[in-house]
């Protein structure tokens, strides 16, 4: 599997945007790239996720460099309850998900 | 709708003893996997079902690890002569189909299994 790199951690001020990266350089073309969060004592959910075009929902953005070699997930105005460690995946089409570490994503009052 | 629940919802447990964990997925998802998380990890693959069989057991630690999903719904992952290594929490996830590169996977709250 296609490998991701994050940072550890980042932090944000409540209520800014939060754009977190993910460089995935060995991507393949069939690579879809996935954006999952887990909130404290919770399992993960589902974020976004797109392959080259841009993508929006009601939870983020995720913007797709032309090359697909990395990525970046964009909450628009964070809030307290969006602190949760991220998690930047591909997927090759099995449909396992194989989780890195993510980043710890910290929401300052 | 109801999402994936998990029973039960922590488990403590003594080292050689046999446990089962249990997993609901959303009604109508034909896939369902199970991962297990240690403090401070992401989530790792065990296995996955699509309906009744095991698409892909190739998480799976050793043979001491064994999921059954014997009508397509319902799962049960089942450990057996249990170690202190076994600690984690154990996650169940289901999606409509597998297979697919797109497929949304919903996580139940899982298992906090406690092996002393």
């Known amino acids: 599997d296609a490998k991701t790199t994050q940072p550890n951690s980042m932090e944000s001020n409540e209520e800014e945007p939060v754009h977190l990266p993910c460089n995935h350089s060995?991507?393949?073309?069939?690579?879809?790239i996935h954006w999952y969060r887990q909130l404290p004592s919770q399992g993960p959910e589902y974020v976004i996720h797109g392959l080259t075009s841009n993508v929006n929902n009601r939870m983020a953005s995720l913007a797709i460099a032309e090359d697909r070699k990395s990525s970046t997930l964009i909450l628009h105005r964070a809030t307290l309850r969006d602190a949760a460690v991220y998690y930047c995946?591909?997927?090759?089409?099995?449909?396992?998900?194989?989780f890195g570490k993510g980043t710890r994503l910290h929401i300052l009052p | 709708g109801a999402g994936v629940s998990q029973t039960p919802s922590n488990k403590v447990t003594e080292k050689g003893k046999y446990v089962e964990l249990r997993c609901d997925p959303i009604?109508?998802?034909?896939?369902l996997y199970w991962y297990r998380q240690s403090l401070g990890q992401g989530p790792e693959f065990l296995i996955y079902f699509q309906g009744t069989g095991a698409a892909d057991d190739s998480g799976l630690p050793n043979d001491r690890f064994f999921a059954v999903r014997p009508e397509g719904s319902v799962s049960t992952l089942k450990i057996q002569r249990t170690e202190r290594g076994d600690s984690a929490v154990y996650l169940c996830?289901?999606?409509?189909?597998?297979?697919?590169?797109?497929?949304?996977?919903?996580f139940g709250p899982g298992t906090r299994l406690t092996v002393l």
């Open positions: 996830a289901s999606s409509l189909d597998s297979g697919s590169s797109y497929n949304e996977q919903f």
């Open positions: 995946i591909l997927k090759e089409g099995d449909d396992k998900i194989i």
């Open positions: 060995t991507i393949s073309g069939t690579d879809y």
């Open positions: 009604s109508g998802h034909t896939a």
